[in-house]
């Protein structure tokens, strides 16, 4: 589970906020997706099995938004975790014609063990780049997505 070093990686030069973000992105959505494959979990079903342990059950159309994946996409993870028996749908009890869906026990047993994959990940990132770096990290780019 080591996290990912900085090893000779070529500087970008002039690298814009945009370049910069996605390259962090992408480095640390790959070390976390290795560690969720030793359970056999991937990135977006763990985003997915968060988003329902966040809420009594959501549409499809609240997860495409809150999690921005392709509808496509999301249909099929849910496919997958419902499968599983890590999810199940249920209809909507304001609505009938609507589908919620909803975390089952299992599901939320194994969330619980992917999450503490995910800190453990986490902290070894901290460790390597301090954690008030990584802290003021989380505080910028939380203050981006909420419009601050």
């Known amino acids: 589970m080591a996290v990912e070093q900085q090893a000779d990686r070529p500087a970008v030069p ?3 906020l945009v370049e910069l973000l996605t390259v962090t992105q992408r480095r640390v959505a ?4 290795a560690v969720l494959a030793e359970d056999g979990a991937t990135l977006d079903s763990y985003r997915v099995m968060r988003c329902l342990a966040a809420g009594p059950g959501r549409s499809m159309g609240e997860l495409v938004a809150a999690l921005s994946l ?3 996409t999301l249909t099929r993870l849910v496919d997958g975790l419902v499968d599983t028996a890590e999810a199940h749908r249920l209809p909507d009890p304001a609505d009938g014609r609507r589908v919620r869906v909803h975390l089952s026990a299992r599901g939320r047993t194994r969330l619980t063990r992917l999450e503490g994959l995910v800190r453990a990940h986490e902290a070894a990132f901290a460790a390597t780049l301090g954690s008030e770096r990584v802290d ?3 505080r910028a780019l939380a203050g981006l997505e909420a419009g601050d």
Do not use: I, K
């Not at 790959?30 to 997706?33: D, E, T």
């Open 136 to 138: 003021a990290l989380v």
């Open 30 to 33: 790959r070390g976390v997706a």
């Open 14 to 16: 002039d690298a814009s």
């Open 70 to 72: 392709p509808p496509p």
